[in-house]
C-alpha cells in the first residue's frame, strides 16, 4: 500500500554517541523524503560531534572517530537541515522516544528552534509494539518477509521502516492510511506536550507532569502552588526542549 500523503513525509534514522538524548550527539543522519506524489529522496550526511564516539557506541554503528573528523559539525547544517525539513511530517522507528527529542536538542544546541508540536509525528516501532512487540529486525522480517542486512546502519534501518510501514498498512484493516491518524492515534503512548513526555495531557486535556513527586499534577497548579519548582527544573538535566515547554505554560499562566 503507497501512503496517502497530504504532506511530505521524512522517514529518519540517527546513528549517536550513545542514548542519553541530552548529552549524547548526532554522528550520522539518513533521512528519506517521501512526497505525495510518490517521489522519494534520499540524503546521508555524517556529522562530527565534537565529542569523542564511546568505543561501545562505534562498535555498534560501524563510525569512529577518525571517519568523521572532517565532517561538518550539526550547527553547521543545521539551517540546511531545516529547510529540507520545512512542511515535512515526520516518521521513524522508536522515533518518539529517541530520535525527534535527541534532533530537537541538536537543533536548539544550533540556535535553530523547529516548532515539532506543529508537525505530525510517526512512530512505526509504536505502531509494532501495539500490533505485535518486535525489534525492527523482526518487524522487517514480519512485515516485509526479508531479513535486514546492514542494520543499524541509518541508511538501511531508514528504506526497512519506511517499508515496514507500507506493510502494516497492507496488513491492519483498522489502520487508516491517514497520516493525521498514523501520528495521533498509533504513535504516542502518551499525549506527549514535550518531546521526552515530561509533560504530558491527561484524559481531560490538561497539562500534567509525568514524573517525580507531582506525577499526574496539573502543571499551572504546581508552578502557581510551588512556584519553585520551575526553577529547579530549568536548573535541573532537563532536555531544553522540556524547559522550553515549561517556559511556553508558565508565560501563559501569568498572561491569564
Not at 173 to 191: G, R, T
Not at 221 to 245: C, G, I, R
Request: hydrophobic share 40%; charged share 30%.
Amino acid at each position: 500500500m503507497e501512503l496517502n500523503l497530504k504532506n511530505p513525509l521524512i522517514f529518519f534514522d540517527l546513528e549517536t554517541t550513545g542514548t542519553d538524548t541530552i548529552h549524547d550527539r548526532i554522528v550520522e543522519i539518513s533521512y528519506l523524503k517521501v512526497y505525495p506524489n510518490g517521489k522519494e529522496e534520499v540524503k546521508t550526511k555524517r556529522i562530527n560531534p565534537e565529542i569523542p564516539i564511546p568505543p561501545s557506541a562505534s562498535a555498534i554503528h560501524g563510525i569512529y572517530d577518525d571517519d568523521i573528523k572532517d565532517c561538518p559539525t550539526f550547527k553547521q547544517i543545521a539551517k540546511s537541515l531545516a529547510v529540507q525539513m520545512e512542511g515535512a511530517d515526520l516518521a521513524g522507528f522508536n522515533s518518539s522516544r529517541f530520535d525527534i527529542p535527541l534532533l530537537a536538542e541538536e537543533f536548539l544546541r544550533a540556535g535553530v528552534d523547529i516548532d515539532f508540536s506543529k508537525r505530525k509525528m510517526i512512530d512505526v516501532q509504536i505502531i509494532f509494539h501495539k500490533k505485535e512487540q518486535r525489534t525492527l529486525e523482526a518487524a522487517y522480517r514480519f512485515y516485509c518477509d526479508k531479513e535486514l542486512t546492514d542494520a543499524h546502519s541509518a541508511e538501511a534501518d531508514t528504506f526497512a521502516t519506511y517499508e515496514v510501514l507500507k506493510a502494516q498498512l497492507d496488513k491492519y484493516s483498522d489502520l487508516e492510511n491517514d497520516i493525521e491518524k498514523l501520528a495521533s492515534e498509533f504513535s504516542f503512548f502518551n499525549d506527549n506536550v514535550d518531546l521526552a513526555g515530561r509533560i504530558i495531557r491527561n484524559e481531560h486535556g490538561v497539562e500534567v507532569f509525568n514524573f517525580g513527586k507531582h506525577k499526574g499534577k496539573s502543571v499551572a497548579e504546581v508552578l502557581k502552588q510551588e512556584p519553585s519548582f520551575y526553577a529547579w527544573m530549568m536548573d535541573a538535566d532537563f532536555p531544553l526542549n522540556t524547559k522550553q515547554v515549561l517556559t511556553k505554560i508558565k508565560l501563559r499562566e501569568m498572561q491569564k
